[in-house]
Each structure stands twice: as C-alpha cells, then as structure tokens.
C-alpha cells in the first residue's frame, strides 16, 4: 500500500510482513522510531507470536537475537554508531554461529567527539565480521531490503545488516509501497531453521576452536558469504516477480548495484546510500551539459561483487568513489575494494570522502568535484568542502 510515512514506522512495518517470532531492542539515536514502532505493533497483537524485549544494552540485543535464533526462532534488532560497537563481541559470534538475524543499522558517526548525524564509519568498522552487509539507496529499497534480508539471511544461514543513512532517511517523510503480507508471506516462506537447540538432544555451540580447525572455520564464513553473492541475483528476479519492483530500486543491476548511466561513460562516481539520490540528478545535469558520466552504486557492500562491477566500469576512463567514511592514515576504504576490482585496467581512480558526521553533501559541491576530478585537479584522497580554516596550523 503507498503512503506516505518517515522511512522508520515503513522498516517497522516491512519487519512486520516477516512475521518475527523475537524481537530485541536497545533504544539509540537514529533507529528508534523503528523499534517503538515494532513495540507498539507486538503490544497491539499486529505481530502474533512475537515477543518484544527491550533490553538493558546493545550487547544484552545481540546476545538475546543469538540466543533466540539458535533456538530456532526469527528474530531482529536494530541499532546504530555506538551502540553497534558496544555488540561487537557478540556481532562476530553471530556470524560466526550462521545464526540468519537481520539487523537495521541506521548509519550514524562514532565520536569522539559525541555526533549523532549520518555518515558509515559505524557498519564500515564491521565490515569484516561476517554479516552481509546491504545499503539502501532511499526508503523505498530500505523497506524492500529487509523483507530480502530475512530471505537470503534463511538462504545461506549467515546474518544481514540492512544499512540506511541515519535521519536522511529513517526519519524522512516520503511516498513508500509499503509491503503487503501477502506479498510478504509469498516471497517469505515460514522459518526452519539449518541448526536449531532442542532440549531433548542437548548440544553445545560456540565451543572453542583451536588451530587446528581455525582457519577452517573462518574460510566457511568466506565461503557462506560467496554462496550469498551467487543467491542474491535469483533472490532479485523472485522478489521482483513478487513485488513489481526490485528491492534495491529502479536502476537494480542484478541485485549487487544499481546501476545510471554507466554504459559507454568516461567518468562514473561509485557510492553507496542515500547519496546516490543526489549523484543522479546531478549526473542528469552533467549529461545534459554533454559530461559523459554515470553513477554505481554499491547495493551488497559485503559480499562484495568484484566481478559485476569490473563489468561495469571496466571501460571508464576514470572512477571517483565517494565515500561517507575513511580508514584513517590510509584513505578510502570502499576505495581499495574497488582498485581489488579494477586491476590491471588503465583507469584513474581517486577518492572523495564526503558528508562525514552528517554534513551536507550539496550538488553544487558534487558539480565542482567531478569537474576537478575529471581536469585532474584534484588530489587522490580529497575531503569534500573541507574547512582548512578550522584546522590548527
């Protein structure tokens, strides 16, 4: 049903469809609009045989969400910035388990100092746990991408993080298709899970694992991640076949990425979130001016689809990659994923890491840094609008 709704109560709504049998919850900034919104439905019975726990921290959720799904039940959190640190503990456990929780995390900065704005350094430091990691370019794919997650979580037996910018868009008013339960329920068949704790034939899980089977273990959870990546094309078709639209938006390429203008481009911009909205109307500018240009942009982060975007770049002349986080001391960190992609191509590629702590990343600043970019003005890490005046000499 289309309406119009902040991006939080659609995913609380979408989460719904999935029929959660476990939902655990510690309140921060910006997700909690969507788990008041899931309290308030499994307090109303609109989600039957849920239960709702609001827990004493962000890593009682994770360890309740582990708990919960190694007994066999669905189960979701959501999260944010500090509070996504404070679970890291139990965040790898989860992968580490193959237990098929979804998460949200509402993008948002980790301070020191304190901000509570978006930008992607919080999922970006987890970006080795082993969780898929999924970026929603506006609120419409957020909604999609959960009802999805849950599916591919089931699929491969591995957990998903549904990444979306924090305020810009949880707590955005726009027109969404909300999904329907039937839908819902045609897409997502009832949960069964590969490994589930019975009481009557006891087990231990997560014991301890020494050298000797070490390496096995953590080249299982590679291989869970590549079963992923070779799922979510098929997954797409299905979804759309259920939907009439696919879940990562209109310009879905498989699934992976979505894809505006790329084919025969000189220059494309590579991105992930919300972004991209704001990449393609300038891009639409640009062309109309005669700019040969196109935007990428990265729907699954985690896997990482290598293959599909050396397709889609590999006859670009230069690729910017415009990132919302940085590795200090180092530079981009979707960055050096997209040179692995690119090697051995003749293509100029630099960084540009923009909107950190929620600044505005505004057109006419895009316009000026693509223009550089393309002049070779510009240097191969560049922080967009930076104020060299506040800096200390």
């Given at each position: 049903m289309r309406k119009q709704i902040e991006g939080s109560q659609a995913i609380a709504q979408s989460v719904a469809t999935c029929r959660p049998g476990v939902i655990c919850a510690y309140p921060i900034s910006p997700q909690t609009h969507i788990v008041e919104a899931l309290d308030d439905l499994v307090r109303r019975g609109r989600i039957e045989h849920c239960e709702f726990l609001n827990v004493e921290s962000e890593f009682g959720a994770m360890s309740v969400a582990i708990g919960a799904s190694a007994a066999g039940s669905r189960v979701y959190t959501a999260t944010a910035s500090q509070g996504l640190l404070y679970m890291v503990e139990a965040v790898y456990n989860a992968s580490g388990l193959g237990l098929p929780i979804v998460m949200t995390v509402a993008n948002r900065a980790i301070g020191a100092p304190i901000n509570i704005w978006n930008d992607h350094t919080d999922a970006m430091s987890q970006r080795d746990?082993?969780?898929?990691?999924?970026?929603?370019?506006?609120?419409?794919?957020?909604?999609?991408?959960?009802?999805?997650?849950?599916?591919?979580?089931?699929?491969?037996?591995?957990?998903?993080?549904?990444?979306?910018?924090?305020?810009?868009?949880?707590?955005?008013?726009?027109?969404?298709?909300?999904?329907?339960?039937?839908?819902?329920?045609?897409?997502?068949?009832?949960?069964?899970?590969?490994?589930?704790?019975?009481?009557?034939?006891?087990?231990?899980?997560?014991?301890?694992?020494?050298?000797?089977?070490?390496?096995?273990?953590?080249?299982?959870?590679?291989?869970?991640?590549?079963?992923?990546?070779?799922?979510?094309?098929?997954?797409?078709?299905?979804?759309?076949?259920?939907?009439?639209?696919?879940?990562?938006?209109?310009?879905?390429?498989?699934?992976?990425?979505?894809?505006?203008?790329?084919?025969?481009?000189?220059?494309?911009?590579?991105?992930?979130?919300?972004?991209?909205?704001?990449?393609?109307?300038?891009?639409?500018?640009?062309?109309?001016?005669?700019?040969?240009?196109?935007?990428?942009?990265?729907?699954?982060?985690?896997?990482?689809?290598?293959?599909?975007?050396?397709?889609?770049?590999?006859?670009?002349?230069?690729?910017?990659?415009?990132?919302?986080?940085?590795?200090?001391?180092?530079?981009?960190?979707?960055?050096?994923?997209?040179?692995?992609?690119l090697m051995g191509l003749d293509i100029a590629q630099n960084t540009v890491v923009a909107g950190l702590g929620g600044r505005a990343i505004t057109r006419a600043s895009l316009r000026d840094i693509i223009a550089k970019s393309i002049a070779g003005d510009v240097e191969p890490l560049t922080f967009l609008d930076l104020n060299e005046g506040m800096i200390p000499a």
């Open positions: 746990s082993g969780w898929i990691q999924l970026y929603a370019q506006d609120n419409q794919a957020a909604a999609d991408l959960h009802i999805f997650a849950f599916r591919l979580a089931e699929r491969v037996s591995m957990p998903v993080m549904v990444c979306m910018d924090g305020f810009v868009l949880t707590h955005a008013m726009e027109q969404i298709d909300v999904p329907e339960q039937e839908q819902a329920d045609a897409f997502l068949t009832p949960f069964v899970p590969r490994q589930k704790l019975d009481v009557d034939n006891p087990v231990s899980i997560g014991a301890m694992v020494g050298p000797e089977a070490f390496t096995e273990v953590r080249w299982l959870a590679h291989h869970k991640q590549l079963e992923a990546l070779a799922a979510i094309p098929g997954l797409a078709e299905e979804f759309a076949g259920v939907f009439g639209r696919r879940a990562a938006g209109p310009n879905d390429h498989l699934g992976l990425v979505t894809d505006y203008y790329t084919e025969g481009a000189e220059t494309v911009v590579v991105a992930l979130g919300a972004t991209i909205g704001t990449l393609e109307d300038v891009i639409d500018e640009l062309r109309e001016a005669g700019t040969s240009i196109g935007v990428l942009g990265i729907t699954s982060y985690r896997p990482f689809p290598s293959a599909v975007i050396r397709e889609r770049l590999q006859h670009a002349k230069r690729v910017i990659v415009l990132e919302r986080a940085f590795a200090v001391g180092i530079g981009g960190v979707v960055d050096a994923d997209i040179r692995m992609s």
